[in-house]
């Protein structure tokens, strides 16, 4: 029993793994620190005025007193970002599983979404308030908007990524196309998509905050910075972008991590 | 159909033909740019044999057996496969393909993988159990239980193309057309999985069409060599191989072996000869 203990067999291992974990989240932690002891130090020295840079410190305390109330901004962003990309997630998503087997339709649809991915989408934010409305309407338009032309490139590049051998070893079976698509194409699409969804989560937030800047409800952390900054409450902008910020990690980071769950299989996620 | 000679009554060839080309020519691309891969092929595989095509790079090897197996088709001659067209044939799922590259699944564990043809075809009149059954069968067969819930990753290379031999075999395909599958094995693995092979054959009523590279591997697995010329591909001749069964090392060490290996070189060399 005292032999087979697994947690003293795995210990070792462990901590060579608590040390690689440490080795990544230690010299950032330091840097943060390090710049913002930076700030204060230049503010002090400096003698800056409240309303061009506030202290970190006097951001922070204004956010855990406003926390409740930017949560709830962030959420109503969060539901923006979240229904326009799935939105336009879902567009692209489609458009590349239907096009993907005919190349001439795949391209078709490719230039334009090339186009859309160089066109700054947020230009096409006073059209989408004429078509939909200056609430969530428009908003969700332009982050689909936004996002579509992304995951439709990744997921295209990833369907067609399938190994040459295993489509014919697919056709040497006689299976469907239906079939086909399961099996072999949208395990070899997975690991493109992640990383398009990856991108689409952040620009999704930032699409969302800058729509809702434009104009709308200020019930959202767009409309909320929008205000004060009218104001120049400098502080109270800063504790929006905190959120925003946290928020835009937060999601990506939770992508991050179903991508490394889902594809625990793939050669780029074993090993290390 | 010409049934050839051997001498082991406990390997019988079928007088039905399994697999036919006929003045077969492939050419690939079109106008200028157009190559010939193989013309004038003439072929006849019987039922129960196990045939070897031997040539130079770029003879048309693979060709032929991606022909049978209508993964492409031909530019002129006629293709059977079981008396129906390959293509009929690829639908009623009579032939087994295994690729040099083990063409495993990477999500998929060792069992899985192995399942996959049963899912994709969904055989009637066989019970959840007895596919399990036949799946445990063959992983044993080809050496890998307590593998069953590796993923490829896990398995060298020869483990892998014993899984995706067990694969092309739990569909019990009557044909296995096999493109150099232990071409990228190490010679002892190799010898190993040689001798396994044929003694699969032994026991199962497969037609085997198996290109490969190399001689030694040539005569010891088959009833018939076929020595192809450098491109555009044709036979140069076909080799009986009359060495009893079972093969096993002490065949491989006798003087008709050493024999068939050297007048196979010899006609290799000639077909590579007469390519310049």
């Known amino acids: 029993m005292t032999t087979a203990d697994p947690a003293l067999e795995s210990g070792p291992e462990q901590l060579r793994q608590w040390n690689r974990h440490a080795g990544v989240v230690i010299p950032p932690l330091l840097v943060f620190i390090a710049a913002i002891a930076l700030w204060e130090l230049v503010i002090e020295a400096f003698d800056i005025q409240r309303f061009l840079l506030p202290r970190p410190s006097e951001i922070a305390s204004l956010f855990v007193e406003d926390f409740g109330r930017l949560i709830r901004q962030g959420r109503n962003t969060l539901g923006v970002a979240g229904r326009g990309l799935l939105l336009g997630g879902g567009i692209g998503i489609a458009l590349a599983a239907i096009t993907f087997r005919t190349r001439w339709m795949a391209e078709g649809v490719g230039i334009y979404a090339a186009v859309l991915k160089a066109v700054p989408v947020i230009s096409l934010a006073p059209l989408t308030v004429v078509w939909f409305g200056i609430e969530a309407g428009s908003k969700i338009a332009t982050v689909a908007i936004a996002t579509a032309p992304i995951l439709f490139t990744y997921t295209l590049v990833g369907l067609r990524s399938a190994d040459a051998n295993a489509q014919e070893l697919m056709r040497s079976y006689a299976a469907g196309h239906v079939r086909t698509f399961w099996n072999l194409h949208v395990p070899y699409a997975l690991p493109l998509f992640f990383s398009g969804m990856k991108i689409a989560v952040t620009i999704a937030m930032i699409v969302a905050i800058i729509s809702e800047y434009f104009g709308g409800s200020f019930e959202n952390l767009g409309g909320y910075i929008r205000n004060e900054a009218n104001n120049v409450h400098t502080v109270e902008v800063w504790t929006a972008i905190v959120m925003a910020c946290l928020l835009g990690i937060s999601q990506y980071m939770i992508v991050a991590g179903i991508d490394r769950y889902v594809l625990r299989w793939h050669p780029s996620k074993r090993g290390g | ?276």
């Open chain 2, 1 to 276: 159909m010409t049934t050839p000679d051997t001498s082991s009554e406990a390997v019988q060839i079928g007088t039905q033909t399994a697999i036919s080309f006929e003045g077969v020519r492939k050419e690939f691309g079109s106008g200028v740019n157009a190559t010939l891969a193989i013309e004038m092929v003439d072929l006849n595989i019987a039922e129960r044999e196990f045939v070897s095509l031997i040539g130079p790079s770029g003879c048309g090897k693979s060709t032929l057996l991606r022909l049978a197996a209508d993964l492409i088709e031909p530019s002129g001659g006629t293709v059977v496969v079981n008396d129906k067209t390959p293509r009929q044939a690829r639908l009623d799922r009579d032939y087994g393909f295994i690729f040099q590259a083990p063409t495993l699944f990477d999500w998929r564990t060792v069992w899985k993988n192995v399942a996959l043809p049963l899912e994709i075809m969904k055989i009637s009149g066989m019970s959840s159990q007895k596919k399990e059954e036949e799946i445990e069968r063959l992983l044993s067969m080809v050496g890998l239980d307590g593998f069953e819930g590796h993923h490829p990753y896990q398995l060298s290379g020869g483990m892998q193309q014993r899984v995706s031999l067990a694969r092309a075999l739990v569909f019990r395909p009557s044909i296995l057309l096999m493109d150099e599958p232990f071409g990228a094995l190490d010679e002892i693995t190799r010898d190993r999985m040689n001798l396994e092979l044929h003694r699969i054959w032994e026991e199962t009523n497969t037609t085997i069409l198996f290109v490969t590279h190399s001689i030694p591997e040539a005569v010891l697995l088959s009833n018939r060599v076929v020595v192809m010329t450098a491109r555009p591909g044709r036979v140069q001749e076909i080799i009986p191989v009359d060495l009893p069964y079972p093969r096993t090392t002490e065949v491989e060490e006798s003087t008709r072996y050493y024999e068939l290996v050297t007048q196979v070189r010899e006609s290799l060399s000639k077909a590579m000869v007469g390519d310049r």
